[in-house]
């Protein structure tokens, strides 16, 4: 069983940068895709960015291409969010994920991940 925790959200303006942080424990996720997820308030949960093993292959949700940027530290069992250029509209409950079946295919849909964070509140005001 993999834990995941996530931090690093808070209240922001808008056009500022925040770093999230998923450090996972209980197991390594170094061999595995993961994946950032945020629920808006009143909207299903979506996908942000996933990205490979090993970084080769890298997903981003067309709301949040060019301004977030998703790394992984494999021997820090650890994952990144970092998000340039806020806007209100990411406003949300971010989330991490792992999808312990594949070390590649970068999948958009929750049903696909394995394991979840609790998430962390990111706010941007205007």
């Known amino acids: 069983q993999v834990n995941l925790v996530e931090s690093g959200g808070g209240l922001v303006q808008a056009g500022d940068s925040l770093r999230l942080s998923c450090a996972a424990s209980?197991?390594?996720?170094?061999?595995?895709?993961v994946a950032w997820f945020r629920q808006a308030p009143g909207k299903e949960r979506e996908f942000v960015a996933g990205?490979?093993?090993?970084?080769?292959?890298?997903n981003y949700a067309e709301s949040v291409d060019y301004r977030f940027i998703i790394s992984r530290d494999n021997a820090n069992n650890t994952v990144y969010l970092q998000m340039y250029g806020l806007k209100p509209e990411d406003t949300a409950v971010y989330y991490c994920?792992?999808?312990?079946?594949?070390?590649?295919?970068?999948?958009?849909?929750?049903?696909?991940?394995?394991?979840w964070g609790q998430g962390t509140q990111v706010l941007v005001s205007l």
């Open positions: 990205t490979s093993w090993n970084e080769d292959y890298t």
């Open positions: 994920a792992v999808d312990q079946h594949t070390d590649f295919r970068v999948s958009q849909y929750e049903i696909d991940y394995d394991f």
């Open positions: 209980g197991g390594t996720i170094s061999t595995y895709v």
